[in-house]
């Protein structure tokens, strides 16, 4: 029903930056956010930033400051610049999409399959 295309992703050293983007497709009759998410080996998915419809932002503490979320309603693209990259920000990086498909349908949440984020020390 809703298709999530991930990109940028990769290897980049300490102190680099590297910007993910995704795109939103398929039955996305009204979307409600767009969001990044990650998961390094061993530990849970944790959200990373957020934006709403109205482009309201959420970031989690950690990245505060360092990373940046964008959105674009006409495209149902959402992007995620990351600066100043560090090792412990390898994992990784799932978008996600809060959507109603159709005017009937309450909102639901949908994954894209990842994408790499790996950061040299």
């Known amino acids: 029903q809703v298709q999530l295309v991930e990109s940028g992703g990769g290897l980049v050293q300490a102190g680099g930056s590297l910007r993910l983007s995704c795109a939103a497709s398929?039955?996305?009759?009204?979307?409600?956010?767009m969001g990044w998410y990650r998961q390094a080996p061993g530990k849970q998915r944790e959200l990373v930033a957020e934006?709403?419809?109205?482009?309201?932002?959420n970031y989690a503490d950690s990245v505060k400051g360092r990373f940046a979320i964008s959105g674009d309603n006409a495209k149902n693209t959402v992007s995620l610049q990351m600066n100043s990259l560090k090792p412990e920000h390898t994992a990784v990086y799932f978008c996600?999409?809060?959507?109603?498909?159709?005017?009937?349908?309450?909102?639901?949440?949908?994954w894209g399959q990842g994408t790499q984020v790996t950061v040299s020390s």
């Open positions: 934006i709403s419809r109205g482009g309201r932002t």
């Open positions: 996600n999409v809060y959507v109603r498909t159709t005017y009937y349908s309450s909102a639901g949440c949908y």
């Open positions: 398929g039955s996305t009759y009204s979307i409600n956010a």
